[in-house]
Nanobody
Framework: QVQLVESGGGLVEAGGSLRLSCAAS????????MRWYRQALGKQRELVATIWPTGSTDYADSVKGRFTISRDNAKNTVFLEMNSLKPEDTAVYYC???????WGQGTQVTVSS
């Protein structure tokens, strides 16, 4: 059974940075596509970033140039480095392993103006 546990969310001022972590068990982050999604209050969940087994990455247009997805194979953990945060980045952020249909519990990110 694949389990994903996110951490690193919090309250930050606009322009600040946060680093989210997603610790995986039951599967290797290096051999599976891993994704970060977010869901703001009253809105649909949206895809934020993807990292493929090759190491290639892709981002939503709204976060390109500000967010970076990466992984630490030894720690079996995926990260989302978020810089130049804006109030519209406020959401619950979820880690996802699509091939397993696995989701984490989410971590709240709040950006104040």
């Amino acid at each position: 059974q694949v389990q994903l546990v996110e951490s690193g969310g919090g309250l930050v001022e606009a322009g600040g940075s946060l680093r989210l972590s997603c610790a995986a068990s039951g599967s290797s982050v290096s051999t599976n596509t891993m994704r970060w999604y977010r869901q703001a209050l009253g809105k649909q969940r949206e895809l934020v970033a993807t990292i493929w087994p090759t190491g290639s990455t892709d981002y939503a247009d709204s976060v390109k140039g500000r967010f970076t997805i990466s992984r630490d194979n030894a720690k079996n953990t995926v990260f989302l480095e978020m810089n130049s945060l804006k109030p519209e980045d406020t959401a619950v952020y979820y880690c996802n392993a699509p091939i397993f249909g696995a989701w984490g519990q989410g971590t709240q990110v709040t950006v104040s103006s």
